[in-house]
């Protein structure tokens, strides 16, 4: 299992922009830096893995993250990261984020730096993301509709949908994929190739199908009743999604980190097109302080 870390607590606290924590200076000075991981299931053990020809001085500032077998080699990895770029006016301006695509090997102790990705109209507000097997392209949610500024407060309180699914390619560039979405945050693929993306502010899934030329039709929503955080496929081809039963309490979290922010999980089985979709709830939600469980 492949991880993306915060060096430290504080460090998480100090520069989230999708909080609004945008703590330039604390993060530019941090004493331990953001990191990839790998996490064996079976012992246990964590590793930390070294970042090859990643040249800027800022390095990596996580958030979503996606692992795809190469559509040859599926012992080669394509590794797409969210990278929240700090700059000294990101207070006033947000941050310069962008998509870093990386490569590895299973079970190697390093990834191989090879390209970055920006485009300041399309890659807003990133969050999660969804990488092709070719290494070349991706979608990813962009989670408010600007950076900075009364805007996000605005689109929050009248609860606007400003919020979208972005397509990019290395060769071809960037265009917004999707209709206007209302909270967008984790993104997933399913097993039948259609995309889900999860809404933190109502509990909306939204089921969108693929269209040839890489945009996303919006076919079908389910109300999961919980703020969604990131989605995941299982083995079975359901769909896991991780909630967030008193979202009103991540503002404590983000002062206080010792603040227990009680989280939970759903699944929808059988998430194919055009299924008869049924959301299960968790018997019990767990309660961890939330920037341990992983702000995302």
Partial sequence: MYLACAGTIESRTAWMPTLDALNATAVLTRSTADYLATYDTSTGAITKLAVRGLSDPRGLNLHGMDVVPDELDPTMLWIYLVNHRPEPESPHKGANSVIEILKTRVGADYVEWVQTVEDAHVIVTPNDIVGANNGKEFW????????VGIRRYIDALFWLRTTFVGYCHITHGCKRASIHLLGSNGIVRASDGSFWVGDYRNGQLTVHKPN??????????VMTGLPLDNLALSADGSIIAAAIPKVHLLSDAMNNRSSNVPSTVLRVPNATLGGNYKVEKASYPRIVPFFQAGAG
Avoid: E
């Avoid at 990813?140 to 600007?146: K, Q």
């Avoid at 040839?212 to 929503?221: F, I, R, S, Y």
């Fill in 212 to 221: 040839k030329d890489k945009t996303l039709q919006h076919v079908a929503t």
């Fill in 140 to 147: 990813f949610t962009n989670d408010n509709g600007a950076k």
